[in-house]
């Protein structure tokens, strides 16, 4: 998190405050031994490598510098170990990832080392320690109240410096137990290899430096064999979970959730390649919400020569230049590492997956190999999801109308009355409606132009279609509205609207009888019966027999052209 520009001068203030004084203090004050530049190189050679292999575990970074720094301390005084942190920390920063800047985690982490240093080597000589003592129980003892107030000055300074970032801080928290671990742990190794290199000489440290150097790197081989398997692991879930989702959306809002447990990442997003030509939003993920509608993402949905995009293989981008080589994208300023991900099935590219962080360098190419693997598995679920929904669509919808079908209608209706029933809904009104003298123009036009019309009429009828409203073909020319929350007058409204409409359009076809095939005008009038739960009926199949009736009492007996009105008393015409 960047610091506003008030808080950056604090931190450069507090900085040029500590660390100089901090220096000139402890070299011209403090107890010190003459350096051996010999031994003092040995043990910069072994910090440097240390600090080459830092281990990460969730979310927290653990080095073990302090087994070195100790040591040194013990030799050679607060000024040595002083320079050893300092140029411990700068190593860390270039081996961390942060979405903080470099620069502001230097002067923080800068500073904190300094007064963590003098103070804790201050108190070290005030319990009577002394820089190269060689009585064990009593270097024991300061050497253990030194790295006490190591540790405990560590939390308390980092809580003060991010009050001063506005940022949240436990004194008790799992950094800050491993914090403590370590240092627990390092502490008897320092001492060791203190008395080692004293009685020993140089060749100590590399006798006690290299098993442990080993030791450590045999460990973050394990950690990161580990993490890797964690990692495969959770790509198994990944693909269980996608081959248990049917639906398209489904999918790929599974998938994007999931893909955190692989790799970390700020925002996602999936692009749909269509044609080869042009890019659509499928989805996206911000600030761990997904959704169609993105923020912090743009694109050009055509597609241009050059745009950056490799169809074939993944790539990541950790700087702005290389991401502004993804010409057709455009990312939020905050985004430091991208990652692009081309979603292939059967060696064709139909998507492509970006991932983008807040964090330089976050993604590796472990990550990119695995995420790949994974946008195979994803590329086959969102074809099987659409191939279901397709069979889904065509089980439930018309195939001539492309409204839904009886089918449909049947199991939407029974939802409806159970949600009558549970109160969800106050009332239900049904439209039924049938097409008058049909017979009468498929032998007069044909059967072709009999079924334009349907088709036609089908248009008309879903201008009415509104949010919750079921429009369904209910069979031959009969059409049905399932209304809920609509009550018998405002339904009665509606019917006349409908009516109305479809007797003023003129509908064009194409005679299929005719020779010369030419087109005609030709208009048709509609009759309509209404019913309504609960005035009518309490239950699915009476609500639809007694709008039907409706239809025939009220609207074709009456003269066609007419809405039918159910009543438990007589059926009425509008």
């Given amino acids: 998190m960047e610091l506003s520009r008030k808080r950056q001068l604090i931190l450069v203030a507090i900085w040029i405050a500590i660390v100089p004084p901090g220096f000139y203090f402890t070299f011209t004050y403090m107890p010190s031994k003459d350096f051996d530049w010999v031994t003092i190189a040995l043990y910069l050679m072994i910090l440097i490598i240390t600090m080459m292999m830092p281990i990460r575990l969730s979310n927290i970074t653990i080095s073990l510098e302090r087994w070195i720094t100790f040591t040194v301390f013990f030799q050679y005084g607060v000024f040595a170990e002083l320079v050893f942190m300092q140029i411990a920390m700068i190593l860390l920063l270039f081996s961390s990832k942060s979405s903080t800047p470099a620069f502001q985690r230097f002067l923080i982490n800068s500073s904190m080392f300094a007064i963590i240093s003098v103070t804790s080597g201050v108190i070290f000589h005030f319990v009577g320690g002394e820089i ?3 009585d064990f129980s009593s270097l024991i003892l300061s ?23 506005s940022r949240k801080y436990a004194i008790w928290s799992k950094v800050t137990a491993w914090d403590y671990s370590i240092t627990m742990l390092v502490f008897p190794f320092s001492i060791s290899l203190y008395y080692l290199n004293t009685y020993f000489g140089n060749t100590s ?55 955190r447990n692989v790799v970390s990442y700020d925002y996602a997003y999936v692009l749909d390649l269509q044609a080869g030509t042009h890019l659509v939003m499928l989805m996206g993920s911000e ?44 990312f939020s300023s905050s985004v430091k590492s991208v990652m692009v991900v081309p979603i292939k ?33 994803f590329a086959v679920s969102l074809v099987k999801a659409r191939l279901y929904e397709r069979t889904v669509e065509q089980s439930e919808r018309c195939g001539l109308t492309k409204l839904y079908n009886f089918r449909y ?4 209706l029974d939802e409806e009355i159970i949600r009558y029933h549970t109160g969800e809904i106050d009332s239900l009104s049904t439209i039924i409606l049938d097409i008058d003298y049909f017979k009468s123009i498929n032998d007069t036009y044909g059967h072709q132009s009999g079924n334009d019309l349907l088709r036609a009429l089908s248009t008309v009828l879903l201008a009415y279609v509104g949010p919750s409203v079921t429009l369904a073909r209910y069979g031959g020319e009969e059409f049905v509205f399932l209304l809920p929350n609509r009550g018998k007058e405002e339904t009665i409204e509606l019917a006349e609207d409908i009516r109305r409409e479809v007797a003023d359009t003129v509908f064009r076809i194409v005679p299929d009888l005719s020779e010369d095939r030419s087109p005609i005008d030709v208009q048709m009038t509609i009759s309509i019966g209404v019913a309504t739960v609960p005035e009518d009926a309490e239950d699915a199949k009476l609500l639809l027999r007694n709008a039907d009736r409706a239809l025939y009492i009220g609207g074709k007996q009456a003269g066609r052209n007419r809405v039918g009105v159910f009543s438990d008393k007589e059926i009425v015409t509008a």
């Fill in 143 to 165: 050497g253990a109240i030194y790295a006490i107030t190591y540790m405990v000055m560590n939390s308390l300074i980092l809580k003060l410096f991010l009050v001063i970032m």
């Fill in 132 to 134: 190269g003592m060689l």
């Fill in 345 to 377: 099935r059967d060696q064709k590219t139909e998507g492509f997956l970006i991932l983008t962080s807040n964090h330089k360098n976050m993604f590796q190419a472990l990550d990119m190999k695995i995420v790949e693997m994974l946008a195979g598995y």
């Fill in 409 to 412: 209608l049947d199991t939407k």
């Fill in 287 to 330: 600030n761990n919400v997904v959704s169609k509608n993105v923020d912090q993402f743009d694109f050009e949905s055509k597609v241009i020569v050059n745009d950056g995009l490799d169809l074939e293989a993944a790539k990541i981008l950790n700087t702005k230049k290389d991401m502004g080589t993804l010409r057709n994208l455009k």
């Fill in 205 to 259: 440290i590399l006798l006690c430096g290299t098993p442990f150097l080993v030791i450590l790197y045999v460990i973050r081989i394990y950690h990161q064999s580990d993490k890797l398997n964690d990692k495969l692991s959770s790509a198994t879930v990944i693909g269980r979970e996608l081959s248990d989702r049917l639906g398209f959306e489904d999918v790929i809002r599974t998938f994007i959730v999931n893909l």
